[in-house]
């Protein structure tokens, strides 16, 4: 029995946050949603749009409502300005706040100098402030921070959860794991990591960052109608592999494994992260503690998840082929990769589905709209490159 | 024998960038310098000011070339402004910047959530700012990056110069030393560094990061006269620990050792700072090469700071006394502390003075200033807390 807890999330417009805010409504929590909505206006900087023609915040809200009789609270604003981020905090005083507000595509931090410093000050700004309005307003309130598998890089050695105790020289000691991110988008989720564990020594702060891997996946439980979809980006920018992979299957695209297609990383469905958030939010750590969660279920190379997809859509009727381009990053192709992920399975957490049942799933309901895939499909190769 | 290169220091308007620009100049090199004197603009907002009476940047540049009939080269602007940085760099084509032009206080950083947030940006955004620069306008260019020997902490085993080999699980890899830096200030180094290292790596780009240690001292051997001096700051906020007593010994107040005074840092003189970057700037890696030197002479206690102070003091006929006050910051008090520093001995660096000898050199200079930090002795009492 998991007492009601009141909890605030940042970003609460994004792919994650409007699905966990549903979720934790349900499970009986008092949520209240943070957004500036920035990610809408960012993906149609680009060109580009989501597969799913999702509801405006207040339709979503109005939606939900109708449908559960329960409300969930939103305020829309910047997280970037002190005033606002100090204010909403203190009015709420969240026993647990989810940190989604961040830009957070790699190519879009690639575009150039400008979109660098934008993702940089954004994520960096934004947690500094949640940081400093916590210590002031509600010290033992519970930060869970979405960082990324992609802080750790692919060394050659396995990956624990965040910290690992080593021997050198003959001494020992626990230390933070050395972070090798492969973007400014990356690169600033390690500096929140870096951030954050200064801030929980000072001030003894709580703190949960989760590494999470790449989430794949459109539909949760709580979408019982088209008012209640979250967003799904499949464009060059904004769409990550398996979704885009998914997305160019719908439309007869070849799907754009990078290079040789052997980087490996950690997946997660997208209803299987929203458990992940709610374990973290109810097993909070003590005060002054921070703790890191490697948040996936199975790991696979690019070139794997092609074929998962192409295998799928045989069942389903649709040819699928997998094609190799130039690959846009600067990234090992080919690299050992062994993460640890015990913390969560020890919490509770069961993956639910299989990774071609989530695909079933995913690329049925994309089918649906397949027009509005087709509509972008020239936003879907590759045109921000890391070497320029 | 060295080439004449061309050098572009940023920040050359501080403690660092003035006696480096005179000293690369007399070594024949061409010098440009930038700053936006925003330096001199924050030790007047905490309300203080440079025990040394700084002239003006163009006074100093003026008595320079009347003194030595050689010129130095500066423009004003802000590193923060993409398009200024653009432009100097592209116009002046340097073979080697150096970036000084960060701001460096840990205290300013952790005086609220606007100082934290501007130490960030400012810091961030400035180096970005120049790899963008350095890779669209001279990709060959070598960047000397100040860092701080603050970055790594103070773990329980060896600090090797950025990088170790380490064994975990029984596999090896050769990865960046954790960092673990005890201000927002430091923080900003670490976030340097990785970016610096990712940088490198996507754009072959070659850059030093130097750790440096504290440095202390008032005099190079370019200052012949008092038109050229630079500047030496004593507050709670801008002074460093050794500067600080030596200005503390001269008004006859008691040496403030924080705490226990146990912390253990790696010192070295600013004569011998500037002898390093001059070594780094003449030496440069290969291109596509990230190299950490850990810049410093010796490691002391700040007890021992304190009784060198003492001791020079008795000689000279001034009385001083080490005091202990409750420590501003969240540090160890007493620590292992054993960090490398063998790359810049390779390559000829031999630190000139002892301790006491430098200690003999500044205290007598600021002999000299005794009314300006008499009149600046309310500033010296730490009021910026970590905890808060």
């Known amino acids: 029995m998991v007492l009601e807890m009141k909890v605030m999330i940042m970003g609460m417009d994004g792919y994650l946050g409007w699905p966990l805010a549903m979720h934790l409504t349900m ?21 580009s749009w989501s597969a799913t023609p999702i509801k405006s915040p207040t339709e979503r809200l109005v939606a939900f409502e109708k449908e559960f009789s329960k409300a969930i609270g939103f305020t829309f604003g910047d997280l970037r300005d002190v005033d606002f981020t100090f204010q909403v905090i203190d009015d709420f005083k969240p026993d647990a706040i989810v940190h989604l507000g961040e830009i957070i595509s790699a190519p879009y931090s690639m575009i150039d100098v400008h979109h660098c410093n934008e993702t940089m000050m954004n994520n960096i700004v934004s ?33 624990p959860e965040g910290f690992f105790e080593i021997e050198y020289h003959g001494r020992k000691d626990r230390l933070p794991f050395p ?5 400014w988008y990356h690169q600033t989720k390690v500096h929140d990591t870096h951030n954050i564990i200064f801030a929980c020594k000072i001030w003894e702060l709580r703190s949960t960052d989760i590494m999470q891997g790449v989430v794949h996946g459109i539909r ?9 979809l979250t967003r799904f980006d499949f464009d060059e920018v904004w769409g990550t592999a398996l979704n885009r992979f998914c997305a160019q299957a719908i439309i007869g695209h070849e799907l754009t494994t ?12 997208l209803r299987d992260s929203i458990q992940c958030l709610t374990i973290a939010i109810e097993n909070p750590p003590e005060k002054g503690v921070y703790r890191t969660f490697n948040q996936f279920d199975e790991c696979y190379s690019v070139i794997e998840l092609a074929d998962h997809v192409v295998k799928v859509c045989d069942e389903l009727g649709t040819k699928a082929n997998a094609w190799h381009i130039e690959n846009p990053r600067v990234e090992a192709e080919e690299h050992y990769y062994n993460p640890d992920h015990y913390e969560l399975y020890k919490l509770g957490f069961r993956p639910t589905n299989t990774l071609n049942d989530e695909l079933r799933i995913t690329l049925k309901e994309l089918l649906r709209w397949k027009d509005r895939i087709e509509a972008k499909k020239n936003r879907i190769l590759p045109t921000v490159y890391w070497k320029k």
Chains 1, 2 share one sequence.
């Open 220 to 228: 949760t439980e709580e979408m019982t109608s088209d008012e209640l």
């Open 27 to 47: 499970k009986g929590h008092v949520v209240c949603g943070i957004d500036n909505l920035s990610r809408r206006r960012r993906v149609a900087e680009i060109g």
């Open 179 to 183: 972070r090798q991110a492969g973007s």
């Open 127 to 159: 947690t500094n402030n949640i940081l400093y309005a916590m210590h002031k307003f509600v010290p033992n309130c519970h930060l869970v921070k979405l960082g990324t598998m992609g802080e750790y890089g692919t060394p050659n050695i396995d990956i």
């Open 258 to 269: 990078y290079g040789k297609g052997g980087q490996t990383r950690g997946y997660i469905a």
